[in-house]
């Protein structure tokens, strides 16, 4: 016993020593590669002063090089934080995104913040004043490099110079055009270059030449336009006024809107929090709760019959292979894979064109004329019948791999015993098998719940009873509630998330119901 | 010695860390030589047309200019960039756009001079026309057509009665299999739907004096919008229309010679020459006494994007340079698609006699709504349309899609 101990002991030890110089290397590589990491990710952070960010990447960092650089007491550690990294970075913030933006109204026309909206506001409100002129320019800068709009009316022939404080008159003998008629070079001014413009576009867009009723602005590098903007915020009451038709929007700060008295909003808004109306509006609004519960059943159907067909199917099939003297085992297996080997996107619209009523393969070939998806149940049926194909190969590999673990002495011993084939494979082959099995299982309910391209690269959620767009015959929440948010008037993420947090809560509690279950089985066949 | 190995260890990190950014820095200061002037975006069909006119924008424009293709969902991508710091400066898409990109701040007017304005198809200026703004400088304009096989049915119907009478005949005589190819599919098309929706008096939405659709004002669920889809449920009963007949299937369909009649656009020319078809293009027929059978005018403009970095190269590039003939008429030869700006249409016309027909399918067509309150209709009028086709009560349906149209637009 005591050499034994020792034995291990000198191995692990030959082990660490042997380790040490590559171990070493390998080490401060992947370190230096986690600093590298850090310090890319750090420089916008600063850029954007954002010191929280900053705050949360140095903590990360000096942590890693903590546990990595220390001695082997933090073992644990080192092998559980790549994953808890990851599943913070993969799992835990994006849930958390989902959530907060769960609580705004975040989605088309409520993107921005509010200054963003006040901007766009004011900008396509620009117009061109009626029987101004219009101006060539050319971009200059003068002895102080401050921008200088060069300018002239063709119409008129005179010239000027604008810069923000208004025009000053130009001789015509100190402006040179080029053949073209542009404007190459006037006196006191360096003209800029279009790619020397290009970099100054900022400043360029901002300088408005002020002149009686309106600003003469950049219409690009060469033409000028005498434009006013008639929509103005006003700080004082929190508005936006049109000083042509005097109309008046009041900030809406519960909507994020501005809203005239007759309830019209512009259509430029910004995002803010509305609490937990997202959620309220699940629950109480009659056309979300009222399909909810009838997609719900159906949902729990499909992903639980999507699993046990494709896991009987995949079972049978690997049992059949897994006789040991099957000639071209190796060629049957690559067979019964292929279907898990193709994109299943472009199989699920190959599919699709495969049950169409009049051209597809199904009812040419057997003389049938089904309108597969005009009937909730054949596209049920179809829908289903799709997963089995996708998705049995897959459970075909894990059974094969689980079957192939369970040692041949057990099912010896189940024989000497007098059970016959069957009640070998029912009492022992199979209890041993769900044990390894049962929380690939519930990862493919969990998959399949959520199984948006399945079903809207096929059916597209139809068919829809006459009178109701809203919900289809094979709807799963996740196609209903992408129809809800992104069907209406654009997108509306908000509302979106609110919905993923409760098909995340349904997912995780049948999850969670399950590996209870499976823990108890592991405990009983232990 | 543990202290010894950590110091190495942090000190090469460190090194590692510093020539990263170093080499970092350098690729910035590389790149702040080349960083392009000018950053375009368009689907992948038109952003290598963009990319084979680089080298002369870039030489009469004097900054360089990176065009990029983004082949899924373009609008979409492109409000999200804007609201991050990588968005484009110019945009390449459809008109209807024009809405949700306003009310996500995404684009800017762009203004046009009067004789700039007077170039352009009236039709197609009014398209890019939202709330009063020029938003786009147009460059292209399609609509839907009637595309007849001329072996099969010489003669042009006048009416959709006199088509189906041809097509009923044709298909008796064992010459063709469907009376004709208009895409529906299991969830209907509102676009392909539309011109026979409007011969039977249906609107979408009414319009403002100022010509801007009405959002309040609207037109399903309205007893005409009831009629107009009687008559397409009756063509649905006739098998004139038919769910199994999609986007995926409709063109081929005719370019196999399965059927004589195609309702498509210019996009279906190009598979229709290759397949060697004769065909001819003229104006979708109406029900008979009815409206004319008005398709959706979609225009390809070009777009400012408030958020670019180089706006005023994007607003020469737009205002003054997409505006010329000479770059459109070389559009026009690298996607045939009608030009939006007259003089380029007429230089063309004298070649491509397809351009004029599509032009007249297409007279008096009204601009694909651009209000954000269209996309609310989308999905629920196309799968009325399918279910009324399928052979759905019409009356149950329609105020069924009204309603969820109405409840989307209110919100």
Redesign the interface.
Known sequence: MDAVQTASRQRSKQGYAGSGLTG?VV???L??????L???AV?PLIGARSWIGVGVVAAATALL?WIY?S?NRRLPLKYLIPGTLLLIAFQIVPVLYTLSTSVTNFG??H??DKD??I??IE??????VPGSP?YDLA?AADGEDALVFILSDPASGKYWAGNAEGLRDLAPTDVQKGLSGKITEAEGYTIL???E??ER??E??DLAVPVDGGGIR??????A?Q?TSARAYDEGCDCVRDAVTGQVWTADPGHGYFTDAAGESL???WQVSVGADNFTRVITDD?VRGPFLSVLWWNFAFAIISVLVTFVLGLLCAIALHKERLRFKALYRTLMVLPYAMPAFAMLLIWR?MF?????LINTMFGLDV?W??NPWTARFAVILVQLWLGFPYMFLVSTGALQSIPTETLEAAKIDGATGFQAFRRVTLPLLLVSLTPLLIMSFAFNFNNFNAIQLT??G?????????VGGTDLLITYTY?LAF?????EYGFAASVSVFIFLIVATVSAIGFRVTRNQEEVYR | MRVKIAGVAVAAALALAVSGCGSDDKKDDGAQGSEPGLVIWADDKRAPVLESFRSQFESELGVTIKVEAVSKDLQANFVTASQGDNAPDVVIGAHDWIGNLVQNGAIDPVQLTDAQKAGFNPDALKAVTYNGQVYGAPYAVENLALIRNTDLAPEAPSSIEDMVADAEKLKKDGKTEELLSLQVGDNGDAYHAYPLYASAGGYLFGQKDNGDYDPADLGVGKPESIEAFEKISELGKKGVLKTSIGSENSIPLFTEGKTAYLVSGPWAVGDIKKAGVNYDITPIPGFEGMGKATPFLGVQSFFVASKGKHKTVAQEFVANYVTGEPLATALYNADPRPPALTASFDKVKATDPDLAKFAEAGAGAPPLPAIPEMSAIWDPFGKAESAIVGGADVTETVEGAATTIGDAIKK
């Open positions: 070493l080490r401060i590589t370190l230096g590669v986690v600093a590298a850090a310090v890319w420089l090089f650089l001695p088309d026309g993107r921005g963003e909206a901007v766009s900008t396509a409100s620009i117009t061109q219009e971009i270059t279009a790619a413009a290009a576009s900022q360029i867009t950049a219409n690009g590098l060469s033409r336009f434009g259509p430029q808004g056309k064109d169409n009523q009049d051209f597809g309108g998806f005009s059916t597209g139809g068919p829809f009873e006459a009178g109701n767009s809203t129809r069907g209406g008037q654009g997108a």
